[in-house]
């Protein structure tokens, strides 16, 4: 069982990039999927959630109104488009299968991806 991150660069403040998380060896959408990422010298912490079915979607405050979490069932997919980049969301960026409990919390997560470098310069 593999997840793949991908999409991750170098953009200017205010930029976009859209991340990519493909699913291998499995299927995993009966599972609500999130997003983390981690910047140097700190905790991971989330970014987004979305249930099995992408009916409900989840954010973190800092994230709230700039980033949206989708999924593709069909095609085995998570994406997480970013707009109006700031120099904080500079990061490396995880994806993972939510296996138990909360979205929220890391502890809830499983069969973590290899994570994106996501850099935005001011």
């Known amino acids: 069982v593999q997840l793949q991150a991908y999409g991750g660069g170098l953009v200017q403040a205010g930029g976009s990039l859209r991340l990519s998380c493909a699913t291998s060896g499995r299927t995993f959408s009966s599972y609500a999927m999130g997003w983390f990422r981690q910047a140097p010298g700190k905790e991971r912490e989330f970014v987004a959630a979305i249930n099995w079915n992408g009916g409900s979607t989840y954010y973190a405050d800092s994230v709230k109104g700039r980033f949206t979490i989708s999924r593709d069932n069909a095609k085995n997919v998570v994406y997480l488009q970013m707009n109006s980049l700031k120099p904080e969301d500079t990061a490396v960026y995880y994806c993972?299968?939510?296996?138990?409990?909360?979205?929220?919390?890391?502890?809830?997560?499983?069969?973590w991806g290899q994570g994106t470098q996501v850099t935005v310069s001011s």
């Open positions: 993972a299968v939510c296996i138990r409990g909360s979205v929220y919390y890391t502890g809830s997560y499983d069969y």
